[in-house]
T-cell receptor, first 113, second 110 residues
């Protein structure tokens, strides 16, 4: 079945360590997105990528980095510069052929100890 | 920042219609209205979208006012599994930044 796979689902890290969250899609979608969600809050856009080898900052990009070397993959690195990294991270993709409907992964929950 | 406003929470009796409002005060002519929902600790799920006309699919109906400044998502016969946070967003068909507000937390009561 086509979809978006995020891994790991749960991740624990010590403060000061960089962490990379994986996002893979087999939907042949063009654009991919990373959102952060804090308890009781909506989704905030971190980074997005419209095409391979190109990406743009969202509202809260500080302390995060991304790459888009392949169409299927859009990993997110949470760096030690991110002051409060504990959150639920959601990856999404979109095909502009399908009326801009976002498809989301199941999410990755990062806890920094 | 999110461009839409929604009530923070709503309750609905099981089996009744749930009507969830959304204000799109800054919507422009080429922007579509989209609705998603998020069940606790899962990724949001697409429900429905529309531009001007009312829309219906197997999940819900979408009513958009003539001036397009507000929309209503209707779940015709709410079930306990419809308990979730519902988000409305508006986006141009050439747009690339999707802004989600805090949504409406719908609780379906037995």
């Amino acid at each position: 079945d086509g979809g978006i796979t995020q891994s790991p689902k749960y991740l624990f890290r010590k403060e000061g360590q960089n962490v990379t969250l994986s996002c893979e899609q087999n939907l042949n979608h063009d654009a991919m997105y990373w959102y952060r969600q804090d308890p009781g809050q909506g989704l905030r856009l971190i980074y997005y990528s419209q095409i391979v080898n190109d990406f743009q900052k969202g509202d809260i990009a500080e302390g995060y980095s991304v790459s888009r070397e392949k169409k299927e993959s859009f990993p997110l690195t949470v760096t030690s510069a991110q002051k409060n990294p504990t959150a639920f991270y959601l990856c999404a993709s979109i095909s502009h052929d399908r009326a801009n409907v976002l498809t989301f992964g199941a999410g990755s929950r990062l806890t920094v100890l | 920042d999110a461009k839409t406003t929604q009530p923070t929470s709503m309750d609905c009796a099981e089996g009744r219609a749930a009507n969830l409002p959304c204000n799109h005060s800054t919507i422009s002519g080429n922007e579509y209205v989209y609705w998603y929902r998020q069940i606790h600790s899962q990724g949001p799920q697409y429900i429905i979208h529309g531009l001007k006309n009312n829309e219906t699919n197997e999940m819900a109906s979408l009513i958009i006012t003539e001036d397009r400044k507000s929309s209503t998502l209707i779940l015709p016969h709410a079930t306990l599994r419809d308990t979730a946070v519902y988000y409305c967003i508006d986006l141009a068909n050439t747009g690339n930044q999707f802004y989600f507000g805090t949504g409406t937390s719908l609780t379906v009561i037995p």
